[in-house]
C-alpha cells in the first residue's frame, strides 16, 4: 500500500489522518526550504514505540517508520516502513500527540540536522532514486554522521512496502557509545528531554545547536 500522497496534494494523507482541532501537530502551511536538504529522526511512542526517519525532498519530509531505529553498525539492517510524507514544520515537532489521534502519544527530536545526496544524480536525482527503490545519502546531524543508504525491498503490491535502512562501512564519521540508543533513555536534540519528561511537561533550557539554530535542553545527565 503506497502512503504517499498524489503529486498534487503531497500532504493529503498526512491531512486525511489528523484533526487538527484536536492534535497540536503542524498543519504545513509556512515552511521554506532549507539551504541544504534536511533531515529529523523522531522517537514516538505509539502503539508501538519507534523511530521515524524523515528526509526533506522536494518540500516535504519524505518518511519512515524504524521500529529499532537508526544503527552506526555496518552490519545492522534495519527495517523501515514508508508512512505518509509530514510537513517541514514537522523537523520541529515536539510534544505529546492528543489521545484518540492518529499516533496518539509523546514525540521527541532525538537527531536533527543535514543530508547529502551520494551518487551522479545530486540533490535533483534524490527523489528519483528514492522512487527507484535505492539511494544513498550522508547525514550531518547533531548525533548521527556518515554515510547510509535506503534500499526498497518489498514493493508493496502484495502487502506493505519495506525497506532496509543501513550504515554504509568505510565512509567515516561515527557517534560514540552504542550503535543505537535506548529509546526510552534517549535526550532529545532540541530539548534534552527524554520521552517521560515530554509527557510530564518537563520544560527544556535552550542551547547551540552548532550551527542548525537554537536548540533547549532540560536538567539531567545526557543521554543518547
Known sequence: MNERGTDGDRLARYHGKRRFDTTDEPRGESAAPADEPSFVIQIHDARRLHFDFRLEVDGV?????????????????????????????????????ASGEYGAGPVIVWDQGTYRP???????????????GHASFRLDGLKLR????????HDGRNGSEAWLLVRKSGQGGTRSGPATPD???????RTGRTLSQVVRGTPGRRMPDHGNGSVQRSEGDDHA
Open 61 to 97: 519530509l519524505r518518511s519512515w517508520a524504524v521500529p529499532r531505529g537508526p544503527s552506526t553498525d555496518p552490519g545492522d539492517k534495519r527495517l523501515a516502513v514508508p508512512t505518509e510524507d509530514h510537513p517541514l514544520e514537522y523537523r520541529e515537532y515536539e510534544g505529546v500527540i
Open 118 to 132: 551520494l551518487g551522479k544524480g545530486g540533490v535533483a536525482g534524490f527523489a528519483a532514486a528514492l522512487d527507484k
Open 146 to 153: 556518515g554515510a547510509y543508504a535506503l534500499t526498497r525491498f
Open 183 to 189: 529509546p526510552r533513555r534517549a535526550r532529545s536534540a
